[in-house]
């Protein structure tokens, strides 16, 4: 781990290493009290001042564009944390820099599903290209690299975000392109979401404040579609097959007349996880759910091609016992 660059104080700042301190930058833009205000804003969302901590880190981030020893001080202070409180959160979590970040910030996915469909390839011609390794700034100043693991969008893998906005199915000609693009002050489009800003308006953005000029333009960046047609290709299928998730429990109805006892479910007999499974099914207020709490049920059929199992009261499987039982046969056999 490294210390927080320009802190003169150290290994005090977070009590979590002990890298060489680097000097503050001179041209860093100061917290002012418009900050201080902006933070009481955020502050007044939560009931306990402290919970703001992760949103007042990013406001700190769209002024100096990373966690800044000033910028621990200043929510210490607001909060009435203690300096090595805020570094220990700043520096737990990654998307808290600790050292002063571009223009833009360029995620590569390189975990599984994207490392083999090209995601290391492209962040290796795109490191090559700045003349930068993870976690480092282009010389110009315009772009900060790092390696990401999943970034949650492997249906369009493989995936490179800017200032967290996605740029899907990218291959080495293309993210190249953009990260050209970017350095020569160009915001493409991305693929899905709202539109690109910079790292610092991102950061205001994740701090709950807006960065638009008026609601218009606010409400046209939220609005922005995100989810495309391979993210939705399960809810498609689901709903093809008549499949749904079980029913969550439902908190009782205040309204109820606690006098008035429940009209009775259907019940064919049976265990009582029968009978519960066929009030569940009986309760069900639209066909999804009937679709989830009939799969739940103890009766309901194996699927096709499923290993005989047995059933737990709760209708849970459990593996099936006998001979093989003690010995881990069963997934033995299958290794
Ligand atoms: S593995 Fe790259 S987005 Fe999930």
Redesign the pocket.
Known sequence: MSALPGSFEGTAVTGLDSSPVEPAAPDLPLLTAQHEAEAAEIMARYPQARSALLPMLHLVQSVQGYVSPEGVGFCARLLGLTKAEVGAVATFYTMYKRHPTGRHLVSV?T????AVLG?QRIYDAVSADLGVGHDQTAADGSVTLEHAE?????DY???VTVDYEFYDQQDVDSARELVAALRRGEKPPPTRGAPLTDFRGVSRQLAGLSQHADAAAERAAVDAPSAGVPTLVGVRLAAERGEAAPPIGRAPDPGADAGTPAPEAPSSGGTGAERAGDATVAAATNPAEKAGAEQVHTDAPEPAGRRPAERGAEGTDTPPTGSGAGTNSSVEREV
């Not at 975990?111 to 994207?114: D, F, I, S």
């Not at 999943?150 to 492997?154: D, N, P, V």
């Open positions: 996915c975990n599984t599903l994207c995601g999943c970034l949650a969008a492997c893998a493989p995936v």
